[in-house]
């Protein structure tokens, strides 16, 4: 009887080392998942801004384009 009390703390501890690695291990690939996750969105949020800085760009080249056409004639 005592043996098998053992064999159950012994085959215990040896489940809460193991989920203990496992858990942990888990965790870190969360948070470097997260890190990735938070880089995509930055350098999508970059992309947009520069979409929107060249779209202005283009606006105003196209408006001195106008502009410089009229005054020619």
């Known amino acids: 009887m005592q043996e098998l009390i053992i064999y159950f703390i012994a085959g215990l501890l040896t489940g809460l080392i193991i989920m203990f690695f496992v858990v942990k291990n ?21 992309s947009e801004l ?3 800085t060249l779209e202005n760009k283009i606006k105003t080249l196209e408006a001195a384009l106008e502009k410089s056409l009229k005054d020619k004639q």
């Open 26 to 46: 888990l965790k870190k690939e969360q948070s470097a998942l997260k890190r990735k996750y938070e880089k995509t969105s930055v350098g999508a949020d970059d």
């Open 50 to 52: 520069k979409v929107k």
